[in-house]
C-alpha cells in the first residue's frame, strides 16, 4: 500500500506548490487552526472564471463560514484574547513556544470561568507573564503591562488570581536571566557579563540573594562587575537599562559588596 501522494514533483519548489496540508494545529488560534476558510478566488480548477450565480453562492457561503466560525460567546470571546495575545507577543518580542504557553493557560482560564467579569485583556497579559515566568523568559511584569492597555495593578491582579484558581507552581525567578538583557542595552562587553554571573552564583551560594527582587540584584551585580574591570558605567545607566530605581542598585551593589567581601579597585 503506498500512503504517498498520488501527485508526483521534480523540484523542491514543486512539491512545496502541490502540497495539500494546512496549518498545523495551534492553540494561540482561537479555533486551534482546524476551520476551513473559503477563498476570494472567483475561478474554478481550470482557471475558467466562474458563473454570476455560482459567485453570488460562494460569497454567502463566504459569510456564513465567517459567521458560523465565532457564534457562541466563548468563540467570540476567544477570538478577541487570542488576537490581544498575538499583538502583545509580537510588541514584547515573545517566542511562539511561550505564546502558545499563555494560550493554553488562558483557555484553562476561561473554562473555570476566571474571565467572566473581568477585562480580557489584563487576563490575556497575566496569561502571558505567567507562561514567561514558567519558560524562564526575560520579561518583568511592567514590559507586560506597557506592551499591554491595562494598568499594571490590574494585571498583576489578574496574575495572582491565575496562580490561586489554576495551582501554578512559579519557579524562583533567577537573576541571571536579566544579566544579558541589562548589559545588551548598556553596552556591556562580555568578560564584564561573565564576572557578573560569577558574583551571582557567589551570592545565590551564600544565600545573599534570598528574597531580593532578581532586576535590581542582576544590576548591582553588573555594576560591581563593571567596578572590577573598570569599565566605565554609572549607576544610572545600569538602573535605567534595568527598569529599576537608582536606589535600588546602590542599596543591593552595598548589600552584595558586605555580604560577599567584594575589595573594589579605588
Known sequence: MDKGPEWRAFTQ?????RSRVGVPTSYSVHDKGLSTAIGRVDRDAFGRKLPLSTRLQMWRLRK????????????RNLAQAMAELDRLSDKSYIPGPVKEKA???????????????????????????????????????????????????????CYRLLLRELNVQMPIANPLTYVSKIAERTGISGP????????????????????????????????IACLVQNEKKTQKDIAEAAGVTEVTVRNRYKSLRRQLGIELPD
Open 192 to 223: 564584564t557579563q561573565g564576572h557578573a554571573i560569577k558574583i551571582l552564583h557567589e551570592a545565590r551560594k551564600r544565600r545573599a540573594a534570598a528574597g531580593k527582587d532578581p532586576m535590581g540584584l542582576a544590576a548591582a551585580a553588573l555594576y
Open 13 to 17: 519548489e514543486e512539491k512545496a506548490s
Open 103 to 157: 494560550a493554553i493557560i488562558y483557555r484553562k482560564a476561561l473554562d473555570k470561568g476566571l474571565v467572566r467579569g473581568r477585562s480580557i485583556a489584563a487576563i490575556a497579559a497575566a496569561s502571558l507573564y505567567a507562561a514567561c515566568r514558567t519558560t524562564g523568559t526575560p520579561r518583568t511584569l511592567r514590559e507586560i503591562a506597557e506592551a499591554s492597555f491595562v494598568d499594571k495593578k490590574d494585571v498583576a491582579r
Open 64 to 75: 456564513w463560514q465567517i459567521r458560523s466560525r465565532v457564534h457562541s460567546s466563548i468563540d
